[in-house]
């Protein structure tokens, strides 16, 4: 079974590098639709324990955690590149000598791009709805990507080394796995472990941070911020991915 997923995993690199060589845009297109799937899931969090949050409840987090299992579903499910994902594909297809290197930073590169076009795109389709404002300075989106934002450089990159080590569990384990249920169940539980622990995803963070700062936000809240948060995070998920893809591929 372990096989039978690296083989789809090298597979999935294959063809993204077959459709970035003759229809980039698409490719693109398709980075943009995962930013853009992990801002649906995370207005769908907010409004669904906001209100657990504002009564200090404290099954807020987990059930959030939860729920944000969804936007991996959507992504897997609806045909979406995400640049975490992509990066334990081609570690572990050049690894196998079946991309190039080239390929690999090609691919990181632009499907990064997408990811945050597609994330701050969505955030300015959001911010006219009013349904983050609605709720207030006090909401449970402010409240995390302040302390996001409010971490040590050293906190972040060490968090996001675990968080893209529990994601490439979340995306190679369910594909040794007949059963699509179980596939899915697994795919959100992963998901929910890197969530609730407090973890750090570059491409999650782009989006969460876009939606706060498009509207009128907390004064912690802030680009500097933001970039503060984002560039160890990157480096830290990259580690990540290529740590957990060298143990899975021994």
């Not at 994330?119 to 207030?136: N, R, S």
Request: hydrophobic share 55%; proline share 3%; glycine share 8%.
């Amino acid at each position: 079974m372990e096989n039978t997923a690296l083989d789809a995993l090298t597979k999935k690199a294959k063809t993204s590098v077959h459709i970035v060589e003759n229809r980039p845009i698409e490719y693109f297109v398709r980075a943009m639709m995962a930013g853009a799937y992990i801002g649906f899931a995370s207005v769908f969090c907010l409004k669904a324990v906001n209100g657990l949050y504002m009564i200090q409840s404290p099954l807020a987090s987990l059930i959030a955690a939860l729920l944000f299992g969804v936007a991996l579903l959507m992504i897997v499910y609806g045909g979406a590149e995400l640049f975490t994902g992509n990066t334990m594909y081609f570690v572990i297809a050049t690894m196998r000598r079946e991309t190039s290197w080239k390929n690999t930073l090609q691919i990181w590169t632009l499907c990064l791009l997408g990811n945050a076009f597609g994330g701050l795109l969505f955030a300015l389709i959001m911010a006219p709805t009013g349904i983050i404002q609605e709720l207030g300075m006090d909401n449970w989106l402010f409240t995390l990507v302040g302390g996001k934002m409010s971490h040590s450089t050293i906190e972040i990159f060490f968090r996001a080394i675990l968080c893209n080590w529990m994601v490439c569990m979340a995306i190679f384990l369910p594909k040794t796995l007949k059963n699509e249920f179980a596939q899915i169940f697994a795919m959100m539980l992963l998901v929910s472990v890197f969530f609730v622990s407090s973890f750090e995803h570059v491409i999650a963070n782009l989006a969460i941070f876009a939606l706060a700062l498009v509207v009128p936000h907390p004064e912690v809240i802030t680009i500097g911020g933001a970039i503060h948060n984002l560039i160890p995070a990157l480096i830290g998920n990259i580690i990540g991915i290529v740590k957990s893809s060298m143990k899975t591929k021994a």
